[in-house]
Every structure is written in C-alpha cells, then in structure tokens.
C-alpha cells in the first residue's frame, strides 16, 4: 500500500512559477516509480512528468518540456514537481501517482496508486 499526499497548489499569474509537493507513505518509496498527471475541468487526465526511483530517466509531455521539472529527495520520500513560466492552460488539478512495477511511463493505467490532486489556478 502506498498514500500519497500533494501540496503546493494555488493561484499563480501567467508567467509565474510554483513548486507541487508529493509525500508518500507506506512501501519504501526508493523503490517505485512515480509520476504527475493533470486534468483540466472537462478534459481527459494527462501525462505530464515520470522520473524512475533511482532518480535518473525522466519523462516529460513534450508541451512541459523545458518549462516542468519533476525530482525526488528518497530521503524525504517526496517528489517534486517544479512548474515554471506558467499560462492559463497549465489551469488544473495536479496528481502524483506511484507506479510500483514500472519505469515510470506516461501511460496512466501503469499507475497503483494516486493521490487526492492539488489545484493550479493560472490567472491571465
């Protein structure tokens, strides 16, 4: 079993940044994959960012690509989600998720468990 717990959610103006948290509990959390999706009101959940728990061999949507940065602190047992220069459609709920048998992949139904999101809000 594995808990997850994101933070750092809120409202941001276009161009400006914010830092999204994920602690885990539960199974060692240096020994799974994790990743971070979004959905935006009305659209399909989506890929966003995946990093394997060596810390290496990140993965990216290629529209987050140079603006995202995903990172993991095993001592912690959270994992980052750095979101930079923001724009009104980055606008949705951020969820982490552990992938406990892969390499972190974008495809979604690779992922065990989930957290309950945190909201971005990008102003004009």
């Known amino acids: 079993q594995v808990q997850l717990v994101e933070s750092g959610g809120g409202l941001v103006q276009a161009g400006g940044s914010l830092r999204l948290s994920c602690v885990a509990s539960g199974r060692a959390f240096s020994t799974y994959a994790v990743g971070w999706f979004r959905q935006a009101a009305g659209k399909e959940r989506e890929f966003v960012a995946a990093m394997m728990w060596t810390g290496h061999n990140s993965h990216y949507a290629d529209s987050m690509k140079g603006r995202f940065t995903i990172s993991r602190d095993n001592a912690k047992n959270t994992v980052y989600l750095r979101l930079n220069s923001l724009k009104p459609e980055d606008t949705a709920v951020y969820y982490c998720?552990?992938?406990?048998w892969g390499t972190g992949v974008p495809d979604q139904r690779s992922y065990d468990y989930w957290g309950q999101g945190t909201q971005v809000t990008v102003s004009p």
């Open positions: 998720a552990a992938d406990l």
